[in-house]
């Protein structure tokens, strides 16, 4: 059962912004939210972390509302390399005591960046 | 930046045979873990390992699987006796791992080591 709901698929172009959200229903009160990024046989790289309200780096925004159950990771003006894979990890209430599914990724969202 | 590293980059085996992955993570970490990722699937967690004992492991890390952490370096992943299905990518990460569990701390992978089952 999946902890965490994205979209599957994204199309963008080169110099616009692209906004992904994921959904996380069972978010556990102590948990933060961390997306990462993967590229064709590499490792996943962390591009971001955040628990509430909104949070930058020099890579890209989260935007968490209050309520936690979904955040949006935001990409400013894309290139063509930002075509990755982008999962979205976060904690589960049901196992705030511990267990495996709290460190499970999702299918992720597949973002194409086109010219 | 201090990297998350594996070897071998690709290894190929017999049915049946034991494989053991390698992987050093970064020095200051506490928290290790790994991963698999079939081709064109998500990726999946094995197990992560918290004070020379495994923390947590799913239902993929049967009796087949252990990890080892030798020495104050290395972490590594023994199959013993694999199977065409573990063909995938094998990642190693590590995190810092002062929040809990370790999960709101960034796991840092390596590049994976691929293993071919045949």
């Known amino acids: 059962l999946a902890k965490t709901t994205q979209p599957i698929s994204m199309d963008s172009y080169e110099g616009q912004e692209v906004n992904i959200t994921c959904s996380h229903n069972?978010?556990?009160?102590?948990?933060?939210i961390t997306w990462y990024q993967q590229f064709p046989s590499q490792g996943p790289r962390f591009i971001i972390q955040g628990y509430k309200t909104k949070v930058t780096n020099e890579v890209a925004s989260l935007f968490i509302p209050a309520d936690r159950k979904s955040s949006t990771l935001s990409l400013p003006r894309v290139s063509l390399s930002d075509t990755a894979v982008y999962y979205c990890?976060?904690?589960?209430?049901?196992?705030?005591?511990?267990?495996?599914?709290?460190?499970?990724f999702g299918k992720g969202t597949h973002l194409i960046i086109q010219p | 930046e201090p990297e998350v590293t594996q070897t071998p980059s690709h290894q190929v085996t017999q049915m049946g045979q034991e494989v053991i992955l390698r992987c050093v993570p970064i020095s200051n970490h506490l928290y290790f873990y790994w991963y698999r990722q079939i081709l064109g699937q998500k990726v999946e967690f094995l197990v992560s390992f918290y004070n020379n004992e495994i923390s947590e492991k799913s239902e993929i890390f049967d009796d087949q699987f252990s990890v080892e952490r030798p020495d104050g370096s290395n972490f590594t992943l023994k199959i013993r006796s694999t199977k065409l299905e573990d063909s995938a990518m094998y990642f190693c990460?590590?995190?810092?791992?002062?929040?809990?569990?370790?999960?709101?701390?960034?796991?840092?992978f390596g590049n994976g080591t691929r293993l071919t089952v045949t």
């Open positions: 990460a590590s995190s810092v791992g002062d929040r809990g569990r370790g999960l709101n701390s960034p796991l840092h």
């Open positions: 069972n978010i556990a009160t102590n948990d933060y």
């Open positions: 990890l976060v904690g589960d209430k049901r196992y705030s005591g511990g267990g495996a599914d709290g460190l499970t």
